[in-house]
């Protein structure tokens, strides 16, 4: 599986962004897509996710309310929606699939089997 993620970029405080991964390769049966961040000096962090079962999307703590994500399962893409973002926001982010992953896995970045290249996103004035 083959993932290219694109959509960072700069953009001011309170701005959004739309985030795109867009898979290829096999990528039938139960699988997971998700989103992480990584900023300078920091731990990776989870983002979101969506599985492709449930269809629901999961978030973390930091980013509820302001971000969403969703699928378009006809392309083989994931959206990460970012809203109202913050500079604390800015961070490289990174998609990644997981196949077989259950819910209890989901924000566990090393359940992620293949990920993309990452993409830059700068929040500042």
């Known amino acids: 599986v083959q993932l290219q993620a694109s959509g960072g970029g700069l953009v001011q405080p309170g701005g959004s962004l739309r985030l795109s991964c867009a898979a290829s390769?096999?990528?039938?049966?139960?699988?997971?897509v998700g989103w992480f961040r990584q900023a300078p000096g920091k731990d990776r962090e989870f983002v979101a996710a969506?599985?492709?079962?449930?269809?629901?999307?999961h978030l973390g703590d930091s980013v509820k309310g302001r971000f969403t994500i969703s699928r378009d399962s006809a392309k083989n893409t994931v959206y990460l929606q970012m809203n109202y973002l913050k500079p604390e926001d800015t961070a490289v982010y990174f998609c990644?699939?997981?196949?077989?992953?259950?819910?209890?896995?989901?924000?566990?970045?090393?359940?992620?089997?293949?990920w993309g290249q990452g993409t830059l996103v700068t929040v500042s004035s």
């Open positions: 390769g096999p990528t039938s049966g139960n699988y997971a």
């Open positions: 990644a699939f997981g196949p077989g992953i259950i819910l209890s896995q989901i924000r566990n970045g090393d359940s992620y089997h293949y």
């Open positions: 969506i599985r492709r079962r449930d269809g629901g999307g």
